[in-house]
Each structure stands twice: as C-alpha cells, then as structure tokens.
C-alpha cells in the first residue's frame, strides 16, 4: 500500500465577511474505510466578528491579542489634538507678552514679544549723544538682552505645557 492514510482537504464555503473557512476531511485507512470530517477555521485576526451565529446579533466587543489598537489609535489622536490646542494657545499667550532687554547703564531699551517679534526701540537723549556709533552698539546689545530674555521665556512655557500634560522633563523642548 502506498500510504497508511491519506488526507484531502475540500474547501467547501469561505465566509470572507467572518474571515472563517470551512473545511472538509476525508481522511481513509489502509483498509478501505474512510471518515468525513468538517473543520471550521476562523482567522487569528478578527475571526467571527460580523454576526453572532446563534442569534444574528453583532456581537459584544471584546479585547483580543489586538483588540484594543484602534482605541489606543484613537487615544494617540486624541491627545495629539489636546498637545495641538495647548500649543496654540502658548503661542499666542506668547505673541502678547512683551520682553524688554536692556543695553548697559539702561539707555537703550529694546522690547520684543515672546516669539521674538521686535515691537519697540526707546533711546534716551543721553544714548543719542554718544554718537551714531556707539549708539548702534547699544541698540545691538540691548536687542541681544531682549531675545535672549525672549527665547528664555518661549522655553519655560513649553516646558510648563509639556510638564502640565505630563510628559517626562526633556521632552519639552528644554
């Protein structure tokens, strides 16, 4: 005889729809005799999720080995949303907020916003009668003073958002 048993397989009805397959057996023995076995096969991924079979009710959700990504998707969305409406807001928290910086012995003062947007120069008399270049000087030292204060303050708010919405310190920016 050439085999003990042989075993074919007849796909008799795939149920796309459920990702099951079912499946017929027909397994036979050296001696003539054979068995019919019916075999359901349903996907690891969403097997029998259309229909309950009993009642042809959808069915209760339940967690699986992977049940639960597109809630965690959802929640990702979510909280990327919340990070994007509480930047926005400390941007334009920022845009309103006006840094002043100062030249040395303060006869120059330089006003910036929080985004670094230059919104006024005062010069003193006193700075005026210095000459045009020592007063260029100090226009340039006192807008230096300003935009560090500036971009120190852009740094604490986001690090105050970061740390608000929970994020480990050194994630925000700081």
């Known amino acids: ?9 007849n796909i008799s009805n795939i ?5 099951c397959v079912k499946a017929s057996a027909f397994s036979s023995s050296p001696f003539g005799t054979s068995k019919r076995k019916s075999v359901r096969i ?6 029998n999720k259309d229909k309950n ?17 597109q809630n965690l998707y959802e929640t990702v969305k979510k909280a990327q949303m919340v990070v994007q409406v509480e930047a926005v807001k400390v941007q334009k928290d920022l845009a309103a907020t006006e840094i002043d910086g100062y030249c040395e012995g303060e006869l120059v003062k330089v006003t910036l916003s929080g985004n670094q ?5 005062e010069i003193t008399e006193a700075a005026m009668e210095l000459g045009p270049e020592k007063l260029s000087l100090l226009v340039t030292e006192a807008y ?4 560090q204060r500036s971009v120190q303050t852009m740094k604490e708010r986001m690090a105050d958002l970061a740390k608000s919405l929970g994020m480990p310190p050194g994630l925000g920016g700081t």
């Open 1 to 9: 005889m050439a085999s003990t048993s042989a075993l074919t397989a």
């Open 117 to 121: 947007q230059p919104i006024r120069i």
């Open 144 to 147: 230096k003073d300003a935009h």
């Open 42 to 47: 349903c996907a690891l991924f969403g097997g």
């Open 53 to 69: 079979e009993e009642n042809g009710e959808a069915p209760e959700k339940k967690a699986g080995v992977f049940g639960n990504m």
């Open 15 to 19: 149920l796309t729809s459920r990702n």
